[in-house]
């Protein structure tokens, strides 16, 4: 069983960068497909980004192409996302999750605030 621990959330300006990393523990994370997602108040839990285990594909939702990065290092079993130009849109729970063959295991969440 994989467990994971986002961190790196907070307020920031609209316009503004942050880079949310999210650490893996348990499971076999170098093998594994490593995702983003977020949701917002009121909203369902919508799909960010992907990243295969090799860092070789990579694929991204719509509303974030061109201005988020999802990257790995399997050294330090973390997967980041490198979040620039960001919308007050973008305000949501960020979390990470890592591909089993049960499915995606999911980390707690991390907050991030985009004001206008």
């Known amino acids: 069983q994989v467990q994971l621990v986002e961190s790196g959330g907070g307020l920031v300006q609209a316009g503004g960068s942050l880079r949310l990393s999210c650490v893996a523990s348990g499971g076999t994370f170098s093998s594994s497909t490593a995702a983003w997602f977020r949701q917002a108040p009121g909203k369902e839990r919508e799909f960010v980004g992907r990243?295969?285990?090799?860092?070789?594909?990579?694929s991204y939702a719509d509303s974030v192409k061109g201005r988020f990065t999802i990257f790995r290092d399997n050294a330090k079993n973390t997967v980041y996302l490198q979040m620039n130009s960001l919308k007050p849109e973008d305000t949501a729970v960020y979390y990470c999750?890592?591909?089993?063959?049960?499915?995606?295991?999911w980390g707690q969440g991390t907050q991030v605030t985009v004001s206008s």
């Open positions: 999750a890592v591909m089993t063959a049960r499915g995606y295991s």
């Open positions: 990243i295969m285990w090799h860092g070789g594909s990579i």
